[in-house]
């Protein structure tokens, strides 16, 4: 009997638990999706203005005819070097993404299934280097920078950002614990070499892991000021460089500052449609693990 | 010779001025934003239609580059002009001096981080209550634990290991804020009075405006035994927080 009352409690529990939510959560659902995204009209309201939309008291809600106007007006603007910025960040992201990516993958898979001396220390050494903030090494890489006459040259963000720690210990985790060792001795039992191994074996079975670690780390390089601000120019610029000078610039017209704002966001947000489903995926992935 | 550079930097008004405004910054900005995220990730934790839709509605924000959400948001923190104290007015507040006044800027500018990043804290927080045991809620149901007893009393305990890395990724990057501030203005020096000139806007004007690194340095060196003492200042309250409130420890 107590045990019937039991389960029937249980079953009445369950279904409290597990029930649709109601209006209340979707109404507050909701005005977070208004927050995340009022931003973005707010510039288009301004960017589609005209210089004095945003002081005008009347102000409307609904956007003016401008924004080709004002982003024509961001583009032609020779200090703000517009199409070279744009060209600039899809190399730099691309490049470093891509590069992260494979000596990530190579070091993980060098730390998760291979055996040497030394290999605890030094993994903790690179998990140790994540605590470091990067203003730590801004002086030190702005002289080797200098050193080198890099300074202005796309390099300069490019080869500092070739593999990070946090990647390496990413795929460390992945790999430890997606690719079976019996594979990787199946592989060097059969007369492949490390790379062969590397490259047949446990690059294909790091894919998702490896996939997440570009989405990333193109979004963090294509956001990244401090950096290319430090050791680029207006000549040379990326995106993020690109709109300071702007703001500089046309520090009375938000309307083609906010113009600019848009369009420097857009390739972003088009890839965010497209790959957004995975990085939910991979934050929440990413943070049960670690 | 050897630590002249510390023993200056140490010295100026500027530097102790810009600690201040980091710190400030850091907890304008952390407080409110952990308090959102959680909220955020327990509404999202819910059997929710088009959950996909939903997570993803909270990290828009994410790919918006700093540089962008500071213009963005400059642009309504205008002090004669913006949005926010035009819309004060309407319900009868007197307006605020978002440049002018020192705590009003980093109020402001604590916004601009909390846009970008409460979302995706969101997410990581909603992946650890999903890792929570169904059956912890379920017994706490049957024992008749309503909502927001059930919140407190399983859902907060049980977080804290998620809690404390939310928290300490978020001390380390919060502490080096630079993007925001920078663009605050247009001279990006923290304003005239160095209003919100936080410690790496400190580092840069000793180190690429007065050309000084060694000087820049040291503040990088001071900023990270900031950025040390408050990680271990976190993780003793995050330790005591989850642990008061844990049902049976």
């Known amino acids: 009997m107590t045990v019937l009352i039991s389960g029937i409690r249980r079953r009445q529990a369950e279904a409290r638990i597990a029930q649709r939510p109601g209006l209340l959560v ?3 659902l909701s005005a977070i999706l208004v927050a995340s995204l009022f931003p973005f009209y707010w510039s288009f ?60 993958t190579l070091a993980g898979f060098a730390f998760a299934k291979g055996r040497f001396s ?44 070739l ?46 892991a490896a996939a997440m670690l570009g989405l990333f780390t193109f979004i963090m390089t294509w956001t990244n000021f401090f950096w290319p601000f430090i050791v680029l120019n207006q000549s040379n610029p990326t995106l993020p460089v690109s709109l300071a000078t702007l703001q500089a610039n046309y520090f009375v017209d938000y309307s083609i500052v906010l113009a600019g704002v848009l369009l420097a966001t857009v390739p972003l947000l088009v890839l965010f449609v497209f790959a957004g489903k995975q990085l939910v995926e991979g934050i929440m992935h990413g943070a049960v693990k670690g | 010779m050897g630590f002249d550079n510390f023993t200056f930097v140490l010295q100026q008004r500027q530097f102790w001025v810009a600690v201040r405004n980091t710190l400030s910054i850091f907890l304008v900005s952390a407080v409110p934003q952990l308090i959102f995220a959680i909220v955020i990730a327990a509404v999202l934790d819910n059997n929710l239609r088009n959950k996909t839709f939903w997570r993803m509605s909270v990290l828009v924000p994410f790919v918006v580059m700093p540089v962008a959400v500071a213009l963005i948001f400059g642009s309504m923190f205008g002090e004669r002009y913006g949005l926010v104290n035009r819309t004060l007015a309407h319900v009868g507040i007197a307006p605020i001096l978002w440049h002018t006044d020192p705590f009003a800027s980093h109020v402001a500018i604590a916004t601009m981080v909390n846009f970008r990043w409460t ?30 007893n059930r919140f407190f009393r399983i859902t907060i305990p049980q977080l804290r290991p998620t809690l404390i ?9 919060g502490l080096q804020i630079f ?37 820049a340095a040291s503040v990088a060196w001071l900023l990270f035994v900031v950025i040390v003492a408050i990680g271990l200042v976190n993780l003793a309250i995050t330790r005591r927080i989850a642990s008061n409130e844990g049902p049976a420890n």
Not at chain 1, 120 to 125: N, Q, S, T
Not at chain 2, 165 to 173: E, M, P, Q, R
Not at chain 2, 188 to 207: C, S
Request: aromatic share 12%.
């Open chain 1, 45 to 104: 309201l301004i960017g589609s203005g005209n210089g004095g939309t945003l002081s005008d008291t009347s102000m409307s809600w609904w956007p003016g005819g401008n924004f080709l106007h004002n982003a024509a007006a961001v583009i032609n603007n020779e200090s703000v070097n517009f199409w070279k910025a744009l060209t600039n960040s899809i190399i730099v992201s691309t490049v470093v993404s891509a590069s992260v990516v494979f000596f990530s």
């Open chain 1, 26 to 28: 979707y109404g507050l």
């Open chain 2, 119 to 148: 979302g995706y804290n969101a997410l990581i927080l909603l992946a650890g209550m999903q890792a929570i045991p169904r059956d912890l809620y379920e017994s706490a149901a049957i024992d008749g634990a309503g909502r927001i």
């Open chain 2, 165 to 173: 890395f939310v928290i300490i990724t978020a001390t380390i990057g």
């Open chain 2, 179 to 215: 993007d925001e501030p920078r663009l605050y203005d247009q001279n990006g020096l923290g304003g005239e009075n160095q209003q919100w000139m936080t410690m790496t806007i400190y580092l840069y004007k000793l180190g690429w405006t007065q050309l000084n690194f060694g000087r």
């Open chain 1, 118 to 161: 030394g290999q605890k220390g030094m993994l903790l050494f690179v998990i140790g280097t994540m605590c470091v903030p990067t203003q730590l090494s801004v002086v030190p890489l702005f002289i080797a920078m200098s050193t080198f006459g890099w300074t202005g040259t796309l390099g300069a963000v490019i080869i500092p950002g």
């Open chain 1, 163 to 208: 593999v990070t720690a946090f990647g390496v210990f990413w795929m460390t985790q992945y790999i430890a614990q997606a690719l079976p060792d019996e594979l990787v001795e199946a592989g060097r039992i059969d007369g492949a070499s490390m790379f062969r191994t590397f490259w047949h074996i446990a690059l294909p079975a790091a894919r998702p």
